[in-house]
């Protein structure tokens, strides 16, 4: 079961490589507009989340933004 997840994620990666190398999909930095609207929908529910949940939040999103980094190459 997990290498067939494993090879599943890997041919989407390699799409998505793809794509981007295409031109096909462009990954971009938000606007400050965007970053302005995500940062108070954020604060909004921040404040609704326990310590633990944001403690949990916190570490599952880096830990995304790590492994989407580490598998597609892409460097801050």
């Known amino acids: 079961m ?4 494993a090879a599943e994620r890997q ?3 390699e ?5 981007v ?3 096909a999909l ?3 930095q938000m606007t400050h507009a965007e970053r302005a609207k995500w940062d108070k929908q954020h604060a909004s529910l921040d404040a609704s989340f326990t310590p633990a949940e944001r403690t949990r939040r ?3 999103l880096r830990n995304r933004r790590q492994r ?3 598998l597609l190459g892409l460097a801050r």
Do not use: F, P, T
Request: no cysteine; glycine share 4%.
């Open 58 to 60: 916190d570490s599952a």
């Open 68 to 70: 989407a980094e580490r």
């Open 2 to 5: 997990q290498e067939r997840a």
């Open 15 to 19: 799409h998505i490589r793809k794509q």
């Open 26 to 28: 462009v990954i971009r």
């Open 11 to 13: 041919a989407k990666l």
């Open 21 to 23: 190398s295409s031109g």
